[in-house]
């Protein structure tokens, strides 16, 4: 299968070293000049706890020349993804599909606008990585990818994407309930991302101070009921037990969100919690917890705070 990755940032070079160790034929494409000719020029530096090594594989700046691919691996971050999915409208073969296993609430229906529903493929990963500087990506946590089409019943197509990136050592398995899976991760980082960003603290950190838990039981209580509200059925039995064991089992790593605030990128709140937010707002559900959460990290984006 010819596969392009679109958004080769942290998690779109670790997909993409590992499909290109497993003999794919995969392509990076990324918008960040310093990042692709690190890449072209001395290969993909990957850090594992094991150690680093080197991964030769093509990268290029934009999506121009490239030749039809079967698959996108899309991976930009929430605000850039109409503009990478217009991108993989261009660059897929009939037929081909789109996979976005990005965070947050609405991002393969704005591909989906795009390239078609049937053609996506979404969900999400346990997978972790952190870009360390051009051409060079720390792969942190590992676990299971967790994949289904966006429109109508996995299909053959699905369950070749599950094996390729099985057999990539990425393991990945295809879900009924795509609905299902993207929620329960949004209600994961619902609880996690705001809160550690704000506070400067990493995810074990949330779990030791009763203000934080409170605080994070109260935003995920509340992304339940809007949860609930929309018809949504969770992927796990108690949210809040279950919010509070990623943060521990994650315990040592900032979140992206932290990490966005912490570099002065802007994060991915508007499809986090302000997601909770208006969704709230269509189903009739009181946020007040996450529209502060979201309104405290959008005017930290804007740098209002002095550090
Ligand atoms: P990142 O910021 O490291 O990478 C995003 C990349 O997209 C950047 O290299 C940027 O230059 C590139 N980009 C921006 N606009 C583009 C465009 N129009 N065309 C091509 N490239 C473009 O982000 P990340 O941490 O890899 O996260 C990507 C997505 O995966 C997010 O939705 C994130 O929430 C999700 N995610 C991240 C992790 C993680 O551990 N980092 C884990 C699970 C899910």
Redesign the pocket.
């Known amino acids: 299968m010819k596969i392009a990755v679109?958004?080769?940032?942290?998690?779109?070079?670790?997909f993409g070293a590992y499909l290109a160790k497993a003999g794919e034929a995969v392509t990076l494409?990324?918008?960040?000049q310093e990042?692709v000719a690190a890449i072209r020029d001395q290969g993909l530096q990957l850090s594992e706890a094991a150690g680093d090594e080197v991964v030769r594989l093509d990268a290029t700046l934009?999506?121009g020349g490239l030749e039809p691919v079967d698959l996108v691996i899309l991976?930009?971050?929430?605000?850039?993804?109409q503009?990478?999915a217009?991108?993989a409208a261009a660059l897929l073969r009939p037929g081909g599909r789109v996979l976005?296993?990005?965070?947050?609430l609405g991002?393969a229906e704005v591909i989906a606008e795009i390239v078609g529903a049937e053609r996506v493929l979404a969900g999400?990963?346990?997978?972790?990585?952190?870009?360390l500087g051009p051409g060079r990506?720390r792969h942190?946590?590992r676990g299971d990818t967790h994949i289904g089409r966006l429109s109508g019943e996995a299909d053959a197509f699905c369950h070749e994407v599950a094996t390729l990136l099985t057999n990539a050592d990425l393991p990945s398995v295809v879900e009924p309930d795509v609905r299902s899976l993207v929620w329960g991760?949004l209600i994961i980082?619902t609880g996690i991302n705001a809160l550690t960003a704000l506070l400067r603290l990493r995810n074990g950190q949330l779990a030791d101070l009763t203000e934080t838990r409170q605080l994070l039981t109260l935003a995920v209580e509340e992304a339940v009921l809007v949860a609930r509200a929309a018809g949504v059925h969770l992927p796990y039995e108690n949210p809040v037990e279950k919010v509070l064991a990623v943060a521990i089992a994650t315990g040592q790593?900032q979140s992206?969100m932290l990490?966005?605030v912490l570099r002065g990128?802007l994060t991915?709140i508007a499809?986090?919690n302000g997601a909770i937010v208006q969704e709230g707002e269509r189903l009739g559900v009181a946020t007040p917890v996450n529209r502060t959460l979201t309104l405290l990290v959008q005017a930290l984006e804007k740098n209002l705070l002095p550090s």
């Not at 494409?29 to 960040?32: E, G, L």
């Not at 976005?100 to 947050?104: K, P």
């Open positions: 679109i958004g080769a940032g942290a998690m779109g070079s670790l494409v990324d918008i960040w990042h934009g999506t991976f930009v971050k929430s605000a850039a993804t503009a990478a217009t991108d976005t296993l990005q965070n947050g991002n999400t990963t346990a997978q972790g990585a952190t870009l990506v942190g946590g991760k980082n790593n992206s990490q966005d990128s991915e499809v986090i």
